[in-house]
């Protein structure tokens, strides 16, 4: 289990920065010039949350993955999702032992701190449905009984977009269990020609050393908890919330589960940057990565090519900070 709120003062906050500085510039070795995916993901850690990396394939979506997993040393499980794979291929399964006379669970490889999903909409809704309870309440159901999964627990899903030939898109359930829903885009030209002299991506995992522990981690997250949000900054995300609900482009906007996740990550945002208080520009910096994929635009507007990013960036601009209300 995550251990409870500690006390944050600026030294612990500038240690907290320090080691999530460390992490970032650590994955960044191989993952070049994605800066802002790799904090997004490393935010995504911190919060507890889960995030989904959507783009075309060979970004490096899956490199991000086992980089982090290499930089804080990671128990990882890894699930190719396939359209024939089964929920039990997740979760695991009870076999008969006839030594015993009774029925031994093996589990699968959800029971990890860090799980890969690597193209999680190549499955069948069916077997994306296995992932539901895992993520939401970080224990696993299999013939009856409940099983714990380790703390913190983390799935970092990768897909290809819904347009590429055999991709199931998610279903709404499944997309607001991910805190956060992020893409990595081409890299640029000075950083391509990077990744074509070293030759080897994979090779340059393999090598990395952990930076920090899971314990390390846990602490951070403590830490996270206890990063100050001021009441008119609460108001502020009532009323972001509350505009995404009364939009004229969305028919269902920002649940309280939302506001919930937006608040949580701007927290780390703060904490990463040395903070012990959260700004509105912590808010907008991550508004779009933890609000945008749980909005549901209306027909007309998908029609018209209207993307929820774009739709997220106009209720930034219609609400105003509240600074000189209590």
């Known amino acids: 289990m995550v251990s409870e709120a500690v006390q944050l003062d600026e030294a612990r906050a500038y240690q907290l920065s320090a080691a999530f500085g460390a992490i970032r510039d650590n994955i960044s070795r191989v993952v ?15 919060s507890g949350g889960h995030i989904l990396i959507e783009d075309v394939p060979g970004v490096g979506k899956t490199t991000i993955a086992k980089a982090l997993s290499a930089s804080i040393g990671a128990e990882t499980g890894r699930i190719q999702f396939t359209p024939d794979l089964l929920p039990a291929d997740v979760t695991g399964i009870s076999v008969w032992n006839r030594n015993t006379s009774t029925f031994e669970f093996r589990p699968g490889p959800i029971f990890t701190e860090l799980v890969l999903a690597d193209e999680i909409n190549r499955a069948s809704p069916k077997t994306q449905s296995a992932l539901l309870e895992a993520m939401a309440e970080a224990q696993v159901t299999v013939d009856g009984s409940s099983r714990r999964l380790p703390q913190p627990f983390m799935v970092v899903a990768t897909q290809n977009p819904i347009e590429q030939e055999g991709t199931y898109p998610l279903p709404e359930s499944q997309l607001d269990r991910f805190l956060m829903k992020i893409s990595v885009g081409y890299p640029a030209r000075a950083d391509e020609l990077a990744v074509l002299e070293t030759h080897e991506v994979v090779g340059l995992v393999g090598r990395l050393n952990a930076v920090a522990t899971m314990q ?6 403590s830490m996270v908890d206890a990063v100050h949000i001021a009441g008119e900054l609460r ?42 208080f959260v700004t509105d520009d912590d808010i907008k910096a991550v508004a779009s990565a933890v609000i945008a994929h749980r909005l549901v635009l209306r027909p007309e507007a998908v029609l018209s090519g209207l993307e929820a ?10 609400v105003p900070v509240p600074y000189d209300r209590v």
């Open 32 to 46: 070049r010039g994605k800066t802002e995916v790799i904090e997004q993901v490393l935010l995504c850690l911190l």
């Open 309 to 318: 990013t774009a739709v997220v960036a106009d209720v930034l601009r219609s």
């Open 216 to 221: 390390d981690i846990r602490t951070m997250m």
């Open 235 to 276: 108001g502020y995300l009532i009323d972001l919330a509350d505009a995404t609900r009364r939009h004229a482009n969305i028919s269902l906007g920002m649940s309280p589960r939302a506001t919930l996740s937006l608040q949580r990550v701007a927290r780390a945002r703060a904490a990463s940057q040395g903070r012990v």
